[in-house]
């Protein structure tokens, strides 16, 4: 079946630094990609949705110059947390979507990375 | 009010109950519903999905979908330790590839 695999599963950083967050399709190409963020006990929120080649569409109150996602190609997506703060700290998630793929079964999610900013 | 609504648990169930899990929303605008569970640190995956009112079955799990109550429930049965887990219900906006995510409720299958 589809995979995607997301780097790194954990991640520390200090305070101002950014950090960049990987997600591949392994067998798939990912026309779209998304980008979550999971807060403990809380629901996953939909922070932006990428199409390869073009630039991400981001929901409202993600700040799109904090949370820079790239998708270039067709299995890679990236999404770069700049000036890392600890507020920033939390679970992200990232999901692929491929133009082949019909029907709700398509969406496929990677592991998720854990942010940690002190 | 969140479009979506689910408890969050914890529930804890001796093995081989049958667990009923539940979500309410209230956009009339949602089109297919899901059920995901996620482990502990890793990410969702899909369970079942369905579009219309009535129940769904898959082996032990059956999802139903009321949408004159906009209510949606996922029944296990003869659960499992195995199933310990959070499970999330989701919503599909119509004309979108957006997905709604519940809280999820935290599961916990004791032997």
């Known amino acids: 079946g589809a995979v995607v695999s997301q780097h790194p599963s954990r991640v520390i950083c200090k305070s101002g630094t950014s950090v960049k967050i990987e997600c591949r399709s392994l067998d798939f190409q990912a026309t779209t990609m998304f980008w979550y963020r999971q807060f403990p006990k809380q629901s996953l929120m939909l922070m932006a949705t990428?199409?390869?080649?073009?630039?991400?569409?981001?929901e409202q109150g993600v700040e799109k110059d904090k949370f820079l996602i790239n998708h270039a190609s067709l299995t890679l997506s990236t999404l770069t947390v700049t000036s890392a703060h600890p507020e920033d700290s939390s679970f992200y998630i990232c999901s692929a979507r491929g133009a082949l793929v019909q029907g709700l079964g398509g969406y496929t999610f990677g592991s998720g990375t854990r942010l940690t900013v002190v | 009010q969140k479009e979506v609504e689910q408890d969050p648990g914890p529930l804890s169930v001796p093995e081989g109950a049958i667990v009923s899990l539940n979500c309410t929303y209230s956009?009339?605008?949602?089109?297919?519903f899901m059920w995901y569970r996620q482990y502990s640190r890793k990410g969702p995956e899909l369970l079942m999905y369905?579009?219309?009112?009535g129940n769904k079955e898959d082996g032990r799990f059956t999802a139903q979908v009321d949408k004159s109550s906009k209510y949606i429930s996922l029944f296990i049965r003869d659960s499992q330790p195995s199933d310990s887990a959070t499970y999330l219900c989701a919503m599909s906006v119509k004309d979108t590839d957006k997905l709604i995510f519940g809280t999820g409720t935290r599961l916990q299958v004791f032997p």
């Open positions: 990428s199409n390869e080649g073009s630039k991400a569409t981001y």
């Open positions: 369905t579009y219309s009112s």
């Open positions: 956009n009339s605008a949602f089109q297919y």
